[in-house]
């Protein structure tokens, strides 16, 4: 009898199920839609992005803890987040190249650039030893094919100049002054070499920052969390009162949150400084 009455509303409910099918199709072709527009433009003005499921709820949690402001330090990637090169590496390769006889194109630049990246560095556990040089001769010889000392000797030099790079957010200089008023600390986390605090110098941006922490100097690497861990140190704050901010999901996120660190992905999770700022508290 159970059956029977299992059956009977089965067949009363299947219009209903049918046509919460349809429903759902319609939504998920909406959605598809929405997801292509937001991968088109995921900057456009004026539009809020969805949040992810659990965001709010973690906010309020953190502040539960923490107070007003959610995280007491920033830790922020140097190249792809806060900084980025003014042209594209496989032009630049090139054209200063070309008097020293490099003949491949951009593409064939590009395409050696990244096999040569991609391999393991043999000479030492780190890419990037103090100023990185043999790292980098093997980059440039393998991706151009010319093993001029003076070719690379003038492209290792205008990589340490304010004219290869610029700023990823023009606004971050006055978010930075904020976060240092509202009493939050700062640091640079990077995979770099020593050239780092120069070239930050030259664009005018090391003042913003409490400490910085890099590779070369640390002898470790990101995703490994003695980077981050180093960087808590120099700042005097302990891993889970900081969110580290980047663009590589291994290198930034994961390695972050293996050190016990929150962290949001650069172009993902968060679009500027001025968001991060305000995600964690703080008036911009």
């Known amino acids: 009898m159970a059956a029977a009455r299992l059956r009977s509303a089965a067949t009363r409910l299947r219009p209903a199920l049918d046509a919460g099918r349809d429903e759902r199709r319609l939504l998920a072709t909406a959605a598809a ?3 292509e527009v937001g991968a088109a433009a995921p900057m456009a003005t004026g539009v ?3 949040e992810p499921m659990g965001a709010r709820e973690y906010y309020d949690y953190r502040r539960a803890i923490y107070g007003d402001i959610t995280h007491k330090a920033i830790l922020v990637d140097a190249a792809g987040t806060l900084l980025a ?12 190249g070309q008097k020293y006889g490099v003949e491949y194109s951009e593409d064939e630049i590009l395409d050696r650039y990244r096999r040569a990246y991609a391999r393991p560095w043999g000479k030492s556990r780190l890419r990037y030893v103090n100023d990185g040089r043999p790292f980098w001769q093997y980059i440039v010889s ?7 000392l003076k070719y690379f000797e003038e492209l290792y030099n205008y990589y340490t100049t304010e004219k290869a790079w610029h700023l990823c957010d023009p606004d971050a200089g006055r978010v ?22 120069p070239l930050l110098q030259a664009l005018k941006c090391d003042h913003w920052f409490d400490a910085v ?11 490994n969390p003695i980077i981050f861990l180093k960087a808590c140190e120099l700042l005097g704050v302990k891993p889970e009162e900081v969110v580290h901010i980047g663009d590589d999901r291994r290198n930034d996120l ?18 500027s400084f001025k968001e991060v700022a305000e995600r964690i508290g703080v008036d911009v």
């Not at 393998?142 to 001029?148: F, M, R």
């Not at 904020?178 to 605090?197: E, P, Q, Y």
């Not at 922490?213 to 995703?223: G, H, M, N, Y």
């Not at 972050?256 to 968060?270: I, K, N, P, Q």
Request: net charge neutral.
């Open 33 to 35: 839609e929405v997801a």
């Open 48 to 50: 809020a992005r969805w």
């Open 85 to 96: 090169p003014t042209e594209p590496m496989a032009q630049v390769y090139r054209t200063i």
């Open 142 to 148: 393998s991706s151009t094919g010319c093993s001029d």
């Open 176 to 197: 930075f002054q904020a976060l240092r008023r509202a009493g939050v600390k700062t640091a640079v986390v990077s995979n770099f070499d020593t050239r780092l605090r």
């Open 213 to 223: 922490a890099v590779s070369a100097e640390v002898a470790a690497e990101k995703p």
């Open 254 to 271: 994961w390695g972050a949150r293996d050190a016990g660190c929150d962290a949001w992905l650069w172009g993902s999770d968060v679009y």
